[in-house]
């Protein structure tokens, strides 16, 4: 069997515009990327938008006669799609009205219709797609600040090196972004002390808190299996190796938050509520003498979840106070996640099949990182980048990466309420008849 | 001590750094090893020095290596909310000490008597008396957990710490000083901002006979003080416990009288006794008050004397760091035994022995202790840590 040969770069690139290659060696596989934006909007997310805006002209006019918060409150949440209907509209008015001067008897009147249809047309498609991402529901812990944990697939020293690659990615990434950002843990694994080829060490776990609000919207689609394909440092016979490293993002909750938010932890129906008699806390101490018999800097802590389980340890800071407020805070981001997940499943279940293929869950393997070839696939999106260390560096290229992910969740966000949307008006159609 | 593997070391150079085997012997384990290290190269990173970092983090190690405590050599240890400051010559606050003294706060925060009547100009006070304070620790935590409440409450906060040791006092006041700058407990009066909080500590023998009659008459000012908390972490280890229990880093390098009563304390405490009793039996005195209690062991000398001081100052609750559950027993036998006026202030049913965390409670820790017919009740879990009592009226 024919395996693919190394070729070149710059004579791949010489070699493109000569021929057009045959439809089976384009790359097809494991992208199940963006398709192509239809032009307008589907008739029936522009029917769930008309309804939107008629409420909004029906709340907007009960503001006026007397104010009353919660109502300001949905006004100004569905404000985005009645003025996005607007444009939308007015842009449609245009096109019609366009199209009635193309067959006008004036020859120059016609031409110039001509001329400004295309842009017309284009505008359209635009405003149809602001429209639908005005839809698409707002992620509950968008707003908020992240935690980017880092841990190392099953395997050897390699995927260690390679998690430590990641770790200083996003953090060159978040650094030349200017967000602030706090190293919550980096731990090394104390198996060996050998080091990566650049100097990695043996990453065991890293939480990298990433302090900007808006910053869980940013990272969102980072979540998942990072591979890496590449001759490791300890490799003798120069053997390709693939390991995988699992980065979670988990929204982290800012410190003063106000009551009645999602991320309010003293509100039992907050996603971040823990009930503190769920949870085991214990400080590593060995038992025996203590008090003023030894002196020993013991500031371990230890938190258990009973019910699900989840363990946090932390022992970063010399101060118990400070360890227990970490620990106490990355185990409620850890819950928090593992609720939403649990609620997603059940939505995901509930709806059609069609929308569960693109799910993220931990399991799914979204991007490779591969060093012979210097490129960098986002399967999702199905982008490529060829300048990985750029990408390590977390430079121009990482972030063209991460908006052609962030693209890709936004049209499924829209395919998600385009099937919703449809469910909903077949239903009705049924319990009319 | 157990000798350390030389494959030990081989290791902490290969992970770790080859100062890692310096410390480690001090350290005895890997990971604490990788702890200390990186605190130390944290704190050289937050302090600036004209001295070169490399240099530094060398010379701590060597002083590490040689069994200092890392609390010494960076000079401070975090201590809840605070930051203490710590130098040879003063005891080192220890994490069980942050653990009882977390819960004392948490109880007065819950009994805290709600805010008077605006209209009334007397305000209400809350006084907490230190005994053998060291560092200030105990005193300058309960103050930053208690003045914000405190304050908005309108009660007036008054904490002293009392020391024996002109190092300690001096280094207490400069924890006040050094907690003030960091922002870590509010300021007491200032023209700015008016304060009825405050916080003071001051050199005193607690053994001196006139003790009390200068811890009452210091206040000529207001009317008698009532004091609300009598909290203290007093020397408590016998002189053969001195020998064989403690670290070894405890015994070369931390202040022997805070760990240890002197033996002149116990015959204070028995000269004490002769004095006012005409026999060195404690039962046949004529008047309660009169009467001192007697222990029999040197490492008890501290409670007996703090117990008699309990009797003339009646403070509402009571809290003494013990070294042991049998100790503890003893403290709480003491109580007992005082003759009928201390066991009428503090009833028994009343008392608790706390343990190393007395805030989380294990199921297979036993619950109820037996002390010469009495149950006590045992709270948290661990080592039996510290005595509570509290007066029969509150």
């Known amino acids: ?433 | 001590m157990p000798r350390l593997r030389p494959a030990l070391f081989w290791r902490a150079r290969r992970t770790i750094s080859p100062l890692a085997t310096l410390i480690l012997p001090a350290c005895r384990d890997l990971a604490s090893a990788a702890n200390e290290l990186r605190w130390m190269r944290e704190h050289i990173a937050a302090t600036p020095s004209p001295m070169p970092s490399k240099m530094r983090l060398w010379f701590m190690c060597d002083q590490r290596a040689k069994g200092k405590p890392l609390q010494y050599v960076l000079g401070s240890q975090p201590f809840g909310h605070v930051d203490i400051k710590c130098r040879p010559g003063v005891l080192i606050p220890r994490p069980e000490t942050e653990a009882y003294t977390n819960e004392m706060a948490r109880l007065l925060l819950s009994t805290l008597p709600p805010q008077p009547s605006s209209d009334s100009p007397q305000l209400t006070s809350l006084n907490i008396l230190d005994l053998c304070s060291g560092t200030g620790c105990i005193a300058l935590e309960l103050y930053a957990q208690l003045q914000p409440a405190a304050q908005s409450a309108g009660h007036a906060l008054s904490v002293l710490g009392i020391d024996v040791s002109r190092q300690a006092v001096q280094l207490a006041r400069e924890n006040v000083a050094h907690n003030t700058q960091l922002n870590l407990i509010p300021g007491t009066t200032t023209a700015t901002s008016p304060n009825n909080a405050d916080i003071r500590f001051e050199q005193a023998d607690i053994f001196a006979p006139d003790f009390e009659e200068r811890l009452v008459s210091n206040n000529q000012s207001q009317t008698p003080k009532s004091w609300d908390v009598l909290i203290s972490n007093p020397p408590y280890i016998s002189s053969r416990g001195f020998a064989r229990d403690t670290a070894r880093s405890v015994r070369n390098h931390e202040p022997r009288l805070a760990l240890t009563p002197l033996p002149s304390h116990k015959t204070t405490t028995a000269a004490a006794a002769a004095t006012t009793t005409t026999t060195t039996t404690t039962t046949t005195t004529t008047e309660s008050q009169q009467q001192t209690i007697f222990s029999s062991r040197l490492e008890d000398a501290f409670y007996a004397r703090i117990l008699a001081l309990c009797r003339r100052l009646r403070p509402k609750r009571v809290l003494l760091e013990v070294g042991s559950m049998q100790q503890a027993a003893r403290v709480v036998d003491m109580v007992a035994g005082g003759g009928p006026g201390l066991a009428e202030l503090y009833p028994l049913q009343r008392a608790e022995i706390w343990r190393d965390d007395p805030r989380h409670d294990r199921p297979d820790d036993c619950r109820q202790k037996s002390v010469g017919g009495h149950e006590i009740r045992v709270r948290g879990f661990g080592e039996g840590r510290s005595v509570y009592l509290c007066r029969a009226d509150v």
């Open chain 1, 1 to 433: 069997m024919l395996t693919a040969p190394w070729v070149c770069r710059s004579c791949v690139r010489s070699l493109r515009s000569l021929w057009i290659p045959h439809p089976r060696l384009l790359r097809r596989a494991s992208t199940n990327g963006a398709t192509d934006p239809t032009p307008g909007i589907s008739p029936s997310l522009l029917e769930r938008a008309r309804k939107i805006a008629a409420e909004h002209g029906q709340l907007s006019v009960s503001l006026e006669a007397n104010f009353d918060p919660k109502t300001a409150k949905r006004a100004g949440e569905i404000s985005r799609v009645a003025a996005a209907l607007r444009e939308f509209e007015q842009a449609r008015t245009g096109l019609g009205e366009l199209q009635t001067l193309l067959t006008s008897d004036d020859a120059e009147m016609r031409e110039l219709a001509q001329d400004d249809l295309e842009a017309t047309k284009a505008q359209l498609a635009d405003l149809g797609h602001n429209l639908s991402v005005a839809l698409s529901p707002k992620h509950p812990f968008a707003d908020m600040p992240c935690l980017i944990e880092i841990h190392p697939g099953p395997g050897g020293t390699e995927g260690r090196f390679f998690a430590d690659t990641v770790f200083h990615m996003y953090q060159a990434y978040c650094a030349n972004k200017g967000y602030r950002t706090r190293v919550v843990q980096y731990e090394a694994s104390d198996s060996d002390g050998q080091k990566g080829s650049e100097g990695e060490i043996a990453l065991q776990e890293a939480v990298l808190e990433v302090q900007e609000p808006g910053a869980y919207a940013a990272f969102r689609g980072e979540a998942g299996m990072h591979r890496v394909q590449r001759v490791p440092a300890t490799e003798k016979s120069g053997r390709t190796h693939t390991s995988a490293v699992a980065v979670w993002v988990l929204p982290s909750f800012p410190e003063n938050s106000g009551p009645g938010t999602a991320s309010d932890v003293e509100n039992p129906d907050s996603d971040f509520y823990i009930d503190p008699t769920e949870v085991r806390t214990e400080t590593m101490r060995a038992r025996g003498a203590g008090g003023q018999h030894v002196n020993k800097t013991e500031s371990a802590i230890r938190l258990t979840h009973m019910p699900t389980g989840t363990t946090v340890s932390m022992q970063d800071s010399r101060s118990q106070a400070s360890n227990r407020v970490s620990a106490w805070r990355i185990l409620r981001s850890r819950i928090a996640a593992q609720k939403r997940e649990a609620r997603e499943e059940l939505t995901r279940s509930m709806r059609s099949s069609v929308l569960s293929q693109s799910q993220i869950t931990r399991g799914d393997k979204i991007r490779t990182y591969n060093y012979q070839q210097d490129r960098c696939t986002d399967h999702r999106s199905g982008m490529d980048v060829h300048n990985l260390p750029d990408v390590l560096a977390g430079g121009g290229s990482l972030n063209k990466i991460m908006d052609s992910v962030q693209t890709w969740l936004l049209d499924r966000d829209i395919q998600n309420v385009i099937a919703e949307e449809e469910a909903t008006s077949a239903s009705d159609k049924k319990g009319g008849k």
